[in-house]
Nanobody, 127 residues
């Protein structure tokens, strides 16, 4: 199965932007459903965005809709999350996740659907 490594986190002022990347090992990346989740201190992990295997289908949490774009490059085995107009409440550890399923809807938004997780990357937004 794939292994996932996130990068691109950091400290940014409110209103700023960050682009997170997730590099996947393996030759079957295009077969995986992919998603981004985040976990803030003292809170449960929550869904941020997800993308279909082909990249044509996406879904977003209401809290980030219009500010975040998920994308994937199946030729480079990478997943990205472009985040704009960041808010202090976006502060969290961000995780990319993957699952290999052929009997699932195009986009998966529940963390319980995913089987492979990266180590996470910290995003801190200062006010």
């Amino acid at each position: 199965q794939v292994q996932l490594v996130e990068s691109g986190g950091g400290l940014v002022q409110a209103g700023g932007s960050l682009r997170l990347s997730c590099a996947a090992s393996g030759r079957t990346f295009s077969a995986y459903h992919m998603g981004w989740f985040r976990q803030a201190p003292g809170k449960e992990r929550e869904f941020v965005a997800a993308i279909s295997r082909s990249g044509t289908g996406t879904a977003y949490a209401d809290s980030v809709k219009g500010r975040v774009t998920i994308s994937r490059d199946n030729t480079k085995n990478t997943l990205a999350l472009q985040m704009n107009s960041l808010k202090p409440e976006d502060t969290a550890v961000y995780y990319c996740a993957a699952v290999l399923r052929f009997d699932a809807p195009p986009v998966l938004t529940s963390e319980y659907d995913y089987r492979v997780w990266g180590q996470g990357t910290q995003v801190t937004v200062s006010s």
